[in-house]
């Protein structure tokens, strides 16, 4: 049996291998997305609870047998869902808890995973990461660690805007994370109702509707992809992942909340 190490951003999911399943508290927040002088970090230490509610995170878990499993959660209130490389695990009656004035919280709920079931318990470790561990019905347990999806959002006063790290597992390497940037500008009328994403070469590749346009539908994601000089818009839902991302565990299904 294995069990699934997680990184984290939404809901979490226990993930399991071979009828291995996890235990683990989900240590949820955002980080610090890019540290420049000049930039002011807007907003919050660690979120709320119901920003942990639709957090997504990446995250590893270690297995009775030792492996180390990337696997990338998914939040969506009081249940969730968790990928791996050896398939989807699901992640029920999940429970938050955030103390605001210590700067921390605690994620604990139920795994199931290939048949087997047990129950994970993780805690905050910084602002955007947790630790905890997973634990089986049938016995055995192990470590589970992750990463909030999104960092912390930054204001940019010298090009009007706000970013934010998105953090992904990437293509052939789900243990290794990439980065790229989520960009919001606010003040723009034509681009305020978008989260845009650039890639490390800085080139904006895609678009999603964001909750400051009015069609924003958290449960269904509405993307565009740049073509040349023009926007080709996804079928509602057809969530895109970067190119060197994993298709199945970095394809952005979820966004955050604006900063302000």
């Known amino acids: 049996m294995r069990l699934l190490h997680a990184q984290i951003y939404s809901t979490s999911e226990l993930i399991f291998k071979e009828g291995f399943m996890t235990r683990s508290?989900?240590?949820?927040s955002a980080t610090a997305c890019f540290a420049a002088a000049f930039l002011q970090t807007a907003a919050f230490a660690v979120?709320?609870?119901?920003?942990?509610?639709?957090?997504?995170?990446?995250?590893?878990?270690?297995?009775?047998?030792?492996?180390?499993?990337a696997a990338h959660i998914q939040f969506n209130g009081s249940k969730g869902t968790y990928d791996?490389?050896?398939?989807?695990?699901?992640?029920f009656d999940v429970d938050f808890g955030v103390d605001q004035n210590l700067d921390s919280f605690q994620i604990t709920g139920n795994w199931k995973f290939q048949g087997e079931t047990g129950r994970f318990l993780v805690s905050s470790k910084g602002s955007d990461r947790f630790e905890g561990k997973w634990y089986g019905n049938n016995g055995g347990g192990g470590r589970?660690?992750?990463?909030?999806?999104?960092?912390?959002?930054?204001?940019?006063?010298?090009?009007?805007?706000?970013y934010c790290e998105y953090r992904y597992p990437a293509k052939g390497s789900p243990s290794k994370i990439n980065k790229q940037l989520c960009i919001w500008y606010?003040?723009?009328?034509?681009?305020?109702?978008?989260?845009?994403f650039s890639n490390k070469e800085n080139k904006i590749w895609g678009r999603c509707v964001c909750p400051a346009n009015r069609d924003y539908n958290p449960d269904v994601m509405q993307w565009s992809k740049l073509d040349g000089d023009s926007w080709d818009e996804l079928p509602q839902g057809d969530c895109p992942a970067p190119k060197d991302g994993d298709e199945a565990m970095a394809a952005i299904g979820q966004i955050p909340d604006p900063p302000i």
């Open 25 to 28: 508290s989900w240590l949820l």
């Open 47 to 69: 979120p709320n609870e119901s920003r942990l509610r639709r957090s997504m995170w990446n995250s590893t878990y270690v297995t009775r047998s030792g492996e180390v499993v």
């Open 84 to 91: 791996t490389r050896y398939g989807q695990g699901r992640l």
């Open 144 to 162: 589970w660690s992750g990463q909030n999806t999104f960092g912390t959002w930054h204001k940019d006063p010298d090009r009007d805007r706000y």
């Open 186 to 196: 606010p003040d723009d009328e034509v681009r305020s109702g978008y989260y845009y």
